[in-house]
């Protein structure tokens, strides 16, 4: 039996063991949280005896009946973070350092890949989310960048960084709070920002946090050549840029904030223009037919996140997609018009090269750029140099007598 399985086994007897305690001691059996801790280990145990076949895993869980188990380990948890985890359990573990990622992942990594967090989403203080967003975020210009991301980690005991496409969909929330933490933003100006738009409260609208987001590029709809778009709409590339003669090119707009009422066009003076051809990655260009150093990912209309905006006095759907811009000759992002760009999470997860670490997850060495088509969701890098030691292991009560130890 591999060592991790056997530790799993022990574990989850303990919990079963605290659970008879509590009910002879209290006369109820632990609430709230503490109630899905049974399940969820339960949940891993099976994981582990299929082998890590996923669908061998959910179909076991079904017919246990173990409702909790299923929803966290076969609806909530996407596969490559269940292959994440199991890489985790067979080469980091509970002796070993901690393992950076963002918060909302922190019990993933300690229940199926029963390995420490530096965060998770039981954190006491909040301000380390704000810190762990701001090695996120931020870049060598701002005063952070890979080199303070690696001193974080070692004062963390942390040798570990995980980066993937969910935090894409989370980066207004990682850019608050970063620019929280340096005293770029605030909670209250969040709260004034929503009650101009009706809201409760509205992210991304900081100065900071304008120049730490990501480009979206905004494409009209329809895009189908049968059907009549705007003469607006369409870009006059000259013939000698063109891919070929029938291409026809519209117009993108490009915005580093799409919040509820608030649109902030970038390079608005700017003519960028895209070529209206099948699903696909497609390279964007100036009006004038030059290439620029950029790229939106779109690999299925019907799938794609669809807005309304007004630009121009006119009211019109767009297609809204993550522009992707990539390194010159010379190796430097120079046509991004914001610092998302150059940040370490963008460095490591679209580019995979992060100065001063090396993936370890996947194992094969991936070239080129990660296009966020769904072949590369995530990638886990090792600090080279790692001087931070190892956390500190929790006292085991007395009548615990054996050499296993429990991720935190």
């Given at each position: 039996m591999?060592?991790?399985?056997?530790?799993?086994?022990?574990?989850?007897?303990?919990?079963?063991?605290?659970?008879?305690?509590?009910?002879?001691?209290?006369?109820?059996?632990?609430?709230?949280?503490?109630?899905s801790l049974p399940a969820a280990f339960s949940a891993a145990l099976t994981y582990a005896s299929n082998n890590g076949n996923l669908t061998l895993t959910c179909s076991a869980l079904a017919n246990e009946g173990n409702g909790l188990g299923f929803a966290e380990f076969c609806n909530q948890v996407p596969s490559y973070w269940i292959?994440?985890?199991?890489?985790?359990?067979?080469?980091?573990?509970?002796?070993a350092p901690r393992v950076l990622a963002w918060w909302d992942y922190g019990d993933w990594?300690?229940?199926?890949?029963?390995?420490?967090?530096?965060?998770?989403?039981?954190?006491?203080?909040?301000?380390?989310?704000?810190?762990?967003?701001?090695?996120?975020?931020?870049?060598?210009?701002?005063?952070?960048?890979?080199?303070?991301?690696?001193?974080?980690?070692?004062?963390?005991?942390?040798?570990?960084?995980?980066?993937?496409?969910?935090?894409?969909?989370?980066?207004?929330?990682?850019?608050f709070l970063a620019c929280i933490d340096i005293n770029a933003t605030s909670e209250q100006y969040a709260i004034q920002q929503g009650k101009l738009?009706?809201?409760?409260?509205?992210?991304?609208?900081?100065?900071?946090?304008?120049?730490?987001?990501?480009?979206?590029?905004?494409?009209p709809i329809p895009l189908n050549n049968s059907i009549n778009v705007l003469e607006t709409d369409f870009c006059n590339i000259p013939s000698a840029s063109k891919s070929s003669n029938n291409t026809v090119y519209l117009r993108v707009w490009l915005t580093n904030s799409l919040g509820a009422g608030f649109l902030n066009l970038v390079d608005q003076n700017t003519t960028i223009c895209i070529p209206r051809e099948s699903p696909g990655t497609w390279p964007l260009y100036y009006g004038n037919g030059t290439r620029l150093n950029a790229y939106v990912n779109i690999q299925n209309y019907n799938q794609a996140q669809i807005t309304t905006a007004k630009i121009d006095n006119i009211t019109q759907d767009f297609i809204v997609t993550l522009v992707i811009y990539v390194p010159n000759s010379n190796g430097s992002i120079t046509d991004a018009p914001t610092e998302?760009?150059?940040?370490?999470?963008?460095?490591?997860?679209?580019?995979?090269?992060?100065?001063?670490?090396?993936?370890?997850?996947?194992?094969?060495?991936e070239s080129g750029v990660n296009f966020i088509n769904y072949t590369l969701p995530l990638r886990i890098f090792k600090l080279v140099n790692y001087t931070g030691g190892l956390p500190k292991v929790t006292p085991k009560p007395p009548y615990i007598k054996n050499n296993y130890t429990v991720p935190g």
């Open positions: 591999d060592s991790y399985k056997l530790v799993l086994i022990i574990f989850i007897g303990l919990i079963l063991l605290l659970e008879i305690l509590n009910f002879l001691s209290k006369g109820t059996l632990l609430s709230g949280a503490w109630t292959a994440a985890t199991q890489w985790m359990a067979k080469n980091v573990g509970p002796y990594i300690n229940w199926f890949g029963f390995s420490n967090t530096v965060i998770r989403g039981d954190n006491a203080f909040a301000k380390e989310d704000y810190g762990v967003a701001a090695h996120f975020v931020f870049t060598t210009a701002d005063g952070f960048g890979p080199a303070a991301l690696a001193s974080y980690m070692n004062n963390n005991q942390s040798e570990y960084v995980v980066f993937s496409q969910g935090l894409i969909s989370k980066w207004g929330a990682l850019d738009v009706g809201q409760p409260f509205l992210l991304g609208t900081s100065p900071c946090e304008l120049k730490h987001n990501p480009v979206y590029a905004l494409i998302f760009y150059n940040s370490p999470f963008y460095e490591g997860f679209f580019l995979g090269k992060l100065p001063g670490f090396v993936q370890v997850f996947p194992n094969t060495t």
